[in-house]
């Protein structure tokens, strides 16, 4: 199994800048996709970004495009999200999550990690 540690949280102003990172132990080398999902109160999970290990692929929701970046290090088996020009619609509680394989769903979780974005 994968296990999975967020970090990075905190109270940023509007505009300002954080790094999540991810930093993943275990079964590493099975893992098909990492992402990044973000919760606020009283709504849905939401899909923020995800890298498919195989050629490095990644894509974004629209809310973040152009202002959030999802990466990883190999040698250090951290994934990484790097959020700019934070707004206070980001504020959310930001999970990271792992895709064993393609037929699988996003169903190893991390405990996550508080996003405050004050305007």
């Known amino acids: 199994q994968v296990q999975l540690v967020e970090s990075g949280g905190g109270l940023v102003q509007a505009g300002g800048s954080l790094r999540l990172s991810c930093a993943a132990s275990?079964?590493?080398?099975?893992?098909?996709?990492m992402a990044w999902f973000r919760q606020a109160p009283g709504k849905d999970r939401e899909l923020v970004a995800d890298l498919i290990k195989s050629g490095s692929s990644t894509s974004y929701s629209d809310s973040v495009k152009g202002r959030f970046t999802i990466s990883r290090d190999n040698a250090k088996n951290t994934i990484y999200l790097q959020m700019n020009n934070l707004k206070p619609e980001d504020t959310a509680v930001y999970y990271c999550?792992?895709?064993?394989?393609?037929?699988?769903?996003?169903?190893?979780w991390g405990q996550g990690t508080q996003v405050t974005v004050s305007s």
């Open positions: 999550a792992d895709r064993r394989t393609s037929l699988h769903g996003y169903d190893i």
């Open positions: 275990g079964r590493t080398f099975s893992s098909y996709a």
